[in-house]
Structures are given as C-alpha cells and as structure tokens.
C-alpha cells in the first residue's frame, strides 16, 4: 500500500461489516429472504428451479462485481449481495436435491467438505481467516465463496433436520437457535478463537432463518403458519431496506485499518 507524506502506514478500509448487533440481525433476516424469495420465485411465479438458477445468477454476477469495485464497506452493494448470493445458494442446494435427486445426507456433507476445503487454502495462502482484514481482492474472493457454501449448507442441514428428520421448522429453528447460543457461550464465557466463533454462527444462521422463514411461509397443512413466500419476503426485505439506511446514515460497520 502507498504511504502518506508523513510516512505512517496507509489507511484502509476493510471491505466487509464490522461484527455488530446489527450485523445479525440484518444476516439472520437476509437468509429468511433467501429461502422465501427462492421458494416464490421458483413455484409460485411457476419458473422452475432450473430458471430462477439461472436468472438469480445472472442478477448476482454484476452484483458481486459491483461489491469487488468498493475499496471499502459500502451496506447497501454489501448486503445487496449478501440477499442475492443467499438466494443462489439456497437454488444450488435445491437443484442438487430436487433435480438431480442428490440426498440431503450427501449435499450437508459435500457443502461441509467445500467449506473446509476453502478455509484451508485461504488460510494457506492468507495465513488468517479474519474477517477484519479484508482489503484485498484474493481476501474478498474466499470470503464470498465461503459466504455461498455456508448458505448451501445451512440449506442442506436445515432441510435434512426439518424434512428427512421430520422435525419441523419450528424445532428445526429452535435447535439451530442453541447450537448458535452455544458458539455464543463458548466465545464470551470460554473464550474460544473470536474468528472460529464467527464462522460457526454465520453457519448456523442459515438454517436458523431458513426454518423460521419456512414457519411462517408454508401452508397450515405442512406445519408453517400460512402467511406464503410473498409476505413473509416483503416483511423481511423491508426490515432489511430499513437497516441498511440506518446503517448508510450513522455508518455502522465501517472499520478502517492500516495494514502492516
């Protein structure tokens, strides 16, 4: 990075949200939209799996190019891809399992092993995961890639607990619910690696807001509470619109650093 006049490091800003209350919220209420618009999307607007794939993800390229072109956070092209790339890996996980007839078993353990798999060559060739330190495009690069397989595997995990279990969403939600208070437990109380932390919740939410988006979207006959995809989308989207202005005003998130 080029140094200033007075020789002190460059600042720079980290790409990425700072980790905040309204980090959750706002992440808890973007995979909610991502399993509901993908359902209305796909049924009831009666374009399929195969053509809300391909359309979702021809929305999400530019998106995502969009995001590689700020040199700092920026919530609303940030969480604009965030809502879109839930989306894409809600539609990646459903296409492997509706349409190619992949069981849910094999999809929770091929997305577990695509996960890992990124974490090692980031770490390998980064030697962090921080995602504190994100201002460089290679940095950028896995963290997105990390951010859709965490987003198909919560659908597979949350999907295989609900539907193959036959839990429910309702359960489903809640177990998610404490596997996410006992990363919070093991992070504040036992003092677990801060980033480990954040990964394993980031997973979680996804099931987490998958199940009770299905709770309240689905039909009374299939356990959920009947409002359908098309409410319960513009619920959530209008909560999300709401705080990424709140957070555009006050700048909430931003973190700038000085890389050594």
């Known amino acids: 990075m080029p140094a200033p006049s007075n020789g ?50 021809a929305v999400l390229v530019p998106a995502l190019l969009w995001q590689f072109t700020q040199r700092k ?25 509706d349409n190619l007839g992949v069981r849910l078993e094999t999809t929770t353990v091929f997305f577990s092993i695509a996960l890992a798999a990124t974490f090692a060559i980031w770490y390998a060739l980064e030697r962090t995961l921080s995602i504190h330190t994100i ?14 397989f965490t987003f198909s595997l919560g659908t597979a995990a ?35 690696d801060g980033i ?15 199940s009770f988006g299905d709770l309240l979207s689905q039909p009374t006959d299939y356990g959920g509470l009947g409002l359908g995809t098309i409410v319960t989308s513009v619920i959530f989207l209008g909560a999300i619109a709401a705080l990424v202005v709140y957070m555009t005003l006050s700048r909430d998130g931003e973190e700038a650093i000085a890389p050594a």
Do not use: C, H
Request: no cysteine.
């Open 158 to 192: 949350g999907d295989l607990v609900a539907e193959q279990f036959d839990l429910g969403y309702l359960s489903t939600g809640l177990i998610f619910g404490a596997v996410i208070a006992v990363v919070a437990f093991a992070y504040y109380v036992l003092k677990i």
């Open 135 to 148: 201002y460089t495009t290679r940095r950028e690069v896995f963290y997105w890639l990390a951010i859709l």
């Open 196 to 210: 480990l932390a954040f990964w394993g919740a980031y997973i979680f939410t996804r099931p987490l807001g998958a």
């Open 8 to 57: 002190s490091p460059a600042l720079v800003f980290n790409r990425v949200p700072k980790v905040t209350v309204d980090f959750w919220l706002i992440k808890l209420m973007a995979v909610t939209v991502g399993e509901t618009a993908a359902d209305y999307l796909s049924m009831n607007l009666g374009f399929g799996l195969s053509t809300t794939s391909w359309i979702m993800s």
């Open 73 to 97: 956070y920026i919530p609303w092209t940030y969480w604009v891809a965030v809502v879109l790339i839930s989306v894409v890996g809600t539609l990646i996980t459903d296409n492997l399992v």
